[in-house]
């Protein structure tokens, strides 16, 4: 049975509920009726009790924002990644059909391979570049042939509370470093250098979350691109979280090309907020958010 009333609480049976994106929407989810689950309730590779669990929570929604997200690590792992985002992704889709369950899948902007210089759309062509994109882009088209009405949200560039991200990272890397009096000719002022040829759009869990809840009871369908609005390089995004945070470190472009990692990265990766917009959604500027970011970022980095 679907929850077709708008004030009615949805039951909602969340995977990656331990996750960035995953706190963030326990939080926006409060009056709902939820099974918040991590992967030690569920491993996704466990066919049996994700099917058990499914079955045993009776959803209106299964939100799945569980996954193997070090984007780095799939290329080494890759039939691990293979495994935990798009097999589990397809249990998840089958036991969900069983139990006449809607179901909303996370992806990402690195379906694509970043040649386009405007922003992707929901229909362009998905052409992956890394492992990651691989098994995501796999995993969506799995989930769109199991479950046609299938709700497949694509964002980009996380950061939020719950975990490692890259604000928290160029905060801890911009601190002021103590001066050595033995050498005072070494600069107190962090120097950190940063890529400046991969364009996206940052997105705070809190924004993302609340369009999530917002499109499970828009009862959407088909794919959607949610991110933060405006877009940026990393280098201009950690310039943005060293002035807004006050602190005197230099920020350095960098290219790709001189920060090898064994991922390569679409260069290009801005998703159109139309499909968004459509369902009468609209998400804050990504400066916006990082302001209420920091606002709440932790002191002790
Ligand atoms: N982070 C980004 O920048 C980004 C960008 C685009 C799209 N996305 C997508 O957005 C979603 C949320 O990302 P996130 O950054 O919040 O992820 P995250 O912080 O890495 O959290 C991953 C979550 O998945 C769970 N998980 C990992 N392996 C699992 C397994 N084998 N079985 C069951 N659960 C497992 C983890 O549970 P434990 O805590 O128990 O390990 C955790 O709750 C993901 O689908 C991701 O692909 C993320």
Redesign the pocket.
């Known amino acids: 049975m679907h929850c077709d009333y708008n004030n009615a609480a949805m039951r909602v049976t969340l995977?990656?509920?331990?996750?960035?994106?995953?706190?963030d929407l326990v939080h926006a989810l409060h009056g709902e009726q939820l099974a918040a689950?991590?992967?030690?309730?569920?491993?996704?590779?466990?066919r049996v009790r994700v099917n058990r669990i499914v079955k045993d929570s009776h959803p209106d929604w299964v939100i799945?924002?569980?996954?193997?997200?070090?984007?780095d690590g799939c290329e080494s792992n890759s039939d691990?990644a293979l495994?935990?985002?798009c097999e589990?992704a397809v249990y998840v889709a089958q036991a969900a059909r069983q139990a006449q369950a809607r179901v909303l899948?996370?992806?990402?902007?690195?379906v694509f391979d970043g040649t386009k210089s405007s922003p992707y759309e929901t229909g362009d062509p998905r052409n992956p570049i890394n492992v990651?994109g691989q098994t995501?882009a796999r995993a969506e088209v799995r989930l769109l042939d199991i479950l046609p009405d299938v709700c497949i949200?694509?964002?980009?560039?996380?950061?939020?509370h719950?975990?490692?991200?890259?604000p928290a990272t160029i905060l801890r890397l911009a601190k002021p470093q103590p001066e050595i009096p033995a050498a005072p000719e070494i600069s107190a002022t962090p120097r950190i250098s940063v890529v400046n040829d991969q364009r996206g759009s940052p997105?705070f869990?809190v924004d993302?979350a609340s369009a999530l809840v917002a499109l499970c009871r828009k009862q959407a369908t088909g794919i959607v691109h949610a991110t933060n609005a405006g877009d940026c390089t990393w280098y201009d995004f950690a310039k943005e979280i060293v002035r807004q945070a006050g602190l005197p470190a230099e920020v350095k472009p960098v290219t790709t090309a001189e920060f090898q990692r064994p991922a390569s990265r679409p260069a290009y990766s801005v998703l159109s907020p139309a499909s968004l917009h459509a369902h009468g959604i609209q998400m804050p500027d990504w400066k916006d958010a990082l302001r209420r970011y920091l606002a709440k970022a932790p002191t002790s980095l």
Not at 105 to 110: E, H, K, N, R
Not at 162 to 166: A, E, I, P, Q, V
């Open positions: 995977f990656g509920a331990t996750g960035l994106l995953g706190q689950l991590s992967s030690k309730d569920a491993d996704l590779r466990d799945l924002a569980a996954a193997y997200t070090d984007v691990h495994s935990v985002n589990g899948f996370l992806s990402t902007d690195y990651y995501k949200v694509r964002t980009s560039w996380l950061f939020g719950g975990g490692k991200c890259f997105t869990t993302l």
